[in-house]
């Protein structure tokens, strides 16, 4: 079944300890991104990758960092996360990196900083 | 740069009655039209999109929605809801320009809630 993966799914930390949510995707799509949701703001773009070792910066990329060393997997990492990044994270993929593609969205990470 | 509103944050129907939700945009540059569903507690998917030609666009479940170039909009529209379409409804819209990515502009959503 083609899907997009992420984990976990559930997360509450402190501030400041370092985290990771990974991304799977198993369509070999190229392109891959990251998005918070916030209620009453919709989804934003924090980062995406047009391909292998390719990243850039979405339009919220403060506070996080990404990596794209397999086609695969994007993940997402919070280096220090401060309560101003409890949201709900969703990883994409498409085929490809221009906007006629339709993007695939993971189930959602629904992370709580405290 | 893009963005997109939704004006209505919620829509309460009764099941059977038609429904639109509406959406505008704006944007310097072409761009391409979607609409994404989001269930309870699930990841979003895509209701349907415009690219080009025809301005109405027929989507999953039984949902459309109409282009209007002069008016920007893009309005989804279903004839009869059914208690299963309660759910949170995305506009979002992604520029054409070549090489710039495949970033989704989103509005804030619109929580349709069908009431038997």
């Known amino acids: 079944e083609a899907q997009v993966t992420q984990n976990p799914r559930y997360l509450i930390t402190v501030t400041g300890k370092k985290l990771t949510v990974t991304c799977s995707q198993n369509m070999n799509h190229e392109y891959m991104s990251w998005y918070r949701q916030d209620p009453g703001l919709g989804l934003r773009q924090i980062y995406y990758s047009m391909n292998v070792e390719v990243t850039d910066k979405g339009d919220v990329p403060e506070g996080y960092k990404v990596s794209r060393k397999e086609k695969r997997n994007f993940p997402l990492i919070l280096e220090s996360p401060s309560p101003n990044q409890t949201s709900l994270y969703f990883c994409a993929s498409s085929s490809s990196g221009t906007g006629d593609n339709e993007q695939y969205f993971g189930p959602g990470t629904r992370l709580t900083v405290t | 740069a893009q963005s997109v509103t939704q004006l209505d944050s919620q829509v309460p129907v009764f099941e059977e009655a038609p429904v639109e939700l509406r959406c505008n945009y704006s944007?310097?540059?072409?761009?391409?039209l979607f609409w994404y569903v989001q269930y309870p507690n699930q990841g979003l998917q895509l209701l349907l999109k415009y690219l080009s030609g025809s301005t109405l666009v027929k989507g999953i479940n039984g949902f459309e929605a109409e282009f209007n170039k002069s008016q920007t909009s893009f309005h989804l529209r279903k004839p009869s809801v059914h208690i299963s379409d309660t759910a949170e409804y995305f506009c979002a819209v992604s520029d054409q320009v070549t090489g710039g990515g495949n970033k989704l502009t989103f509005g804030t959503g619109t929580q349709l809630k069908v009431e038997l």
């Open positions: 944007s310097s540059v072409s761009v391409y």
